[in-house]
Nanobody
Framework: QVQLVESGGGLVQDGGSLRLSCAASGTIFSINMMGWFRQAPGKQRELVARIISAGSTSYADSVKGRFTISRDNAKNTVYLQMDSLKPEDTAVYYC???????????????WGQGTQVTVSS
């Protein structure tokens, strides 16, 4: 089994910064992709940013230039540095990872439990 544990959420004022972390643990052979999604009340879950094992990144248009995703492969950990936060960034942020537990298996999708980010105006 694989567990994703997030940390770093909280309450911040408009224009502030937060850094989210997500550590993967358990039986892990490789992690192809790690990323962050978010879900605001009454809205669908949406992709915020993702990073593949080689380091390529992609971002939602709404966060480009403000958020930075990074990854420590040795620690199986992904980070999301969020700067210039806006009230519309308020949501539950979920870590996501595509993990292969054995060399003979395809990667499966795993989710963290979510961490609340609230930006006050």
């Amino acid at each position: 089994q694989v567990q994703l544990v997030e940390s770093g959420g909280g309450l911040v004022q408009d224009g502030g910064s937060l850094r989210l972390s997500c550590a993967a643990s358990g039986t892990i052979f490789s992690i192809n992709m790690m990323g962050w999604f978010r879900q605001a009340p009454g809205k669908q879950r949406e992709l915020v940013a993702r990073i593949i094992s080689a380091g390529s990144t992609s971002y939602a248009d709404s966060v480009k230039g403000r958020f930075t995703i990074s990854r420590d492969n040795a620690k199986n950990t992904v980070y999301l540095q969020m700067d210039s936060l806006k009230p519309e960034d308020t949501a539950v942020y979920y870590c996501n990872a595509a993990v292969a537990q054995r060399s003979s298996e395809y990667a499966r999708n795993y989710w963290g439990q979510g961490t609340q980010v609230t930006v006050s105006s």
